[in-house]
């Protein structure tokens, strides 16, 4: 890797740092209630939508709460796309989204998925694209925050039977931490270039004479809470590689460092809630490590390029630029894919599809670990403890004693819901992947024979079902077929995790806080960083080696086999 690859990838650490550590402390006093201001404008919110901040829940109570609201969420988004043709804000005069793509639409954006089978700028008007898909950026990103709350309530109680109020964490998280992030990004955003207004299509003459349509549109809004949502909707076709969506390097690097502010920072309001901040600091250094070393491996196997081209002897030495924007370059494009990946956020300033296969399997498995290397807003932290859960019941078993975890004791209840969550998506992604391969309807949209073909198929559960959104973009997928099978697994890949996670913090604010003993695991050093680390390669990676191999690792050697 070349230093200037290495000084992006530092530089954007350490800004990370830099922002991280102040919007933590925002973070944890918003969604607490302690900001005096905030209590004030709170108040007659309460008491139009006739809710008791101080009256808390039971887990069951929140969960119910919380699908209620997405599944809401889900009808209204579709209802609002067959509805576009005859509502206002639609300059372009688009017409109803087919049922299938509006419905794999509602269920991608609730999720916080936001899987594309569309062009944006060809099938979505703008008011579908504000009060439709911007809005659910919003709140499914909120849904991600409250659980991580209500899960670091539950470590953080003892002797306790509610882990929150699920209206009140929903408002905070979007009035008091996304939307205020999100106005000032925005304008950053538009101040780079990203275009901004209401305007009609601008139809134009290129230089060889034929017409062009300049799309455009409310850009940078979107964007902003895009990025910040680790949503990753582009408003247009090619996302972020789009130049009124992405136009500089300047703009890419800051939307790369949108992406991880919230879920770093929720590590470190981690670690203020549960009383201990070097939890919070050991959950995000194995966040890290796995992100450079991910990183790294990706930009290596962009800058050898094409093995196909090496295995004729042909130099490579300017490595692999095929679908990627000159502008940001193999660095910068290398390292967006880990970015955007790692944090669940599905956006792309290059194609994926045109990686190389050992770079492609980057970004396949930061998705298959269960995006917990940073991951979602929120997701990635309830998804990492429930793997650091995992790790202190491994290291229980090795010594024989009954595993505990910031003083709770996991037992069997924790495992089996640990368990769940855990198998929950790798069962979606693998089964629904040999149904696509063996199904007439799902080869049908297969374009590339072989195994970069399977790899595509692949990809697109892993994109599903761990609620990226991201995609090899070589796959016909806005089928019939395609819009059903991914919606499915965008649904249960979200809420078949959400629900475990929300009952395990009741089950662990309801007991007991154990003191510390000389047999105590720390889970606060560089030994619990490593046990960490080599859990979420272990556990979330196992299951997917056979179908890695049969993608990805057998296009690379192809060339040499042939």
Request: proline share 4%.
């Amino acid at each position: 890797m070349s230093a200037a690859a290495w000084a992006q990838l530092a530089a954007l650490l350490a800004l990370l740092l830099a922002v991280a550590w102040p919007l933590s402390r925002w973070i944890d006093a918003a969604m607490d209630g302690r900001l005096a201001f905030v209590q004030r404008l709170e108040a007659p919110l309460w008491r139009l939508a006739g809710v008791q901040p101080g009256a808390e829940q039971g887990w069951r109570a929140y969960t119910l709460g919380l699908l209620l609201f997405n599944g809401l969420g889900v009808l209204a988004l579709y209802a609002l796309q067959l509805a576009q043709g005859a509502l206002p804000l639609n300059p372009q005069a688009f017409g109803a989204v087919s049922h299938d793509s509006a419905f794999n639409t509602a269920v991608s954006f609730v999720t916080n998925t936001d899987w594309q089978g569309y062009g944006g700028e060809a099938t979505m008007s703008y008011l579908t694209q504000m009060l439709g898909l911007a809005v659910q950026n919003f709140l499914s990103a909120a849904t991600g925050i409250a659980v991580a709350i209500a899960l670091a309530r539950g470590f953080a109680r003892h002797s306790a039977g509610s882990i929150g109020n699920v209206w009140v964490d929903l408002a905070r998280a979007t009035l008091w931490v996304l939307l205020p992030l999100s106005i000032v990004l925005a304008v950053a955003m538009a101040g780079l270039g990203v275009v901004q207004n209401l305007s009609a299509y601008t139809p134009l003459k290129t230089l060889e004479g034929a017409e062009q349509l300049i799309a455009q549109g409310p850009v940078a809004s979107q964007l902003a809470i895009k990025m910040l949502g680790t949503n990753g909707g582009g408003f247009f076709n090619a996302n972020s590689a789009h130049p009124f969506e992405n136009p500089t390097a300047v703009s890419s690097f800051l939307q790369m460092l949108a992406i991880f502010a919230i879920p770093a920072a929720l590590c470190f309001v981690f670690g203020r809630m549960v009383g201990d901040r070097r939890q919070g600091w050991a959950v995000l250094a194995a966040m890290t490590l796995l992100f450079v070393a991910f990183s790294v491996a990706g930009n290596v196997a962009e800058q050898q390029g094409n093995p196909a081209l090496a295995a004729l002897g042909v130099d490579a030495a300017g490595g692999n630029m095929e679908g990627k924007e000159v502008r940001f370059g193999i660095d910068a494009s290398a390292l967006f894919a880990a970015v955007t990946t790692a944090a669940s956020c599905g956006a792309v300033n290059a194609m994926h599809d045109s990686l190389t296969p050992l770079g492609g399997a980057v970004p396949l498995v930061l998705m298959q670990l269960g995006e917990v290397v940073f991951g979602g807003v929120g997701s990635g932290l309830y998804g990492m403890l429930v793997f650091a859960l995992t790790a202190v019941f491994i290291a229980g078993l090795m010594i024989g004693r009954t595993p505990e975890y910031l003083g709770k004791k996991i037992e069997a209840h924790e495992m089996k819901m640990v368990s769940i969550a855990i198998l929950v998506t790798p069962l979606l992604v693998l089964a629904g992947t040999a149904v696509a391969v063996l199904a007439a309807d799902g080869r049908a949209g297969i374009l590339n024979p072989g195994p970069h073909g399977f790899s595509e198929v692949l990809y697109a559960f892993s994109s599903a079902a761990n609620n990226n959104g991201s995609a090899f973009a070589g796959l016909s997928a806005n089928t019939p077929f395609y819009n059903l099978m991914l919606a499915a697994a965008m649904a249960f890949g979200r809420f078949g995790v959400i629900v475990p996670v929300l009952a395990l913090a009741g089950s662990l604010a309801a007991k007991k806080r154990l003191a510390a003993t000389a047999g105590t695991l720390p889970t606060h050093g560089a030994l619990f960083v490593v046990l960490l680390v080599g859990t979420v390669l272990l556990v979330g990676l196992l299951n997917y080696v056979p179908a890695l191999a049969l993608g990805p690792v057998a296009e690379h050697l192809a060339p040499w086999l042939r």
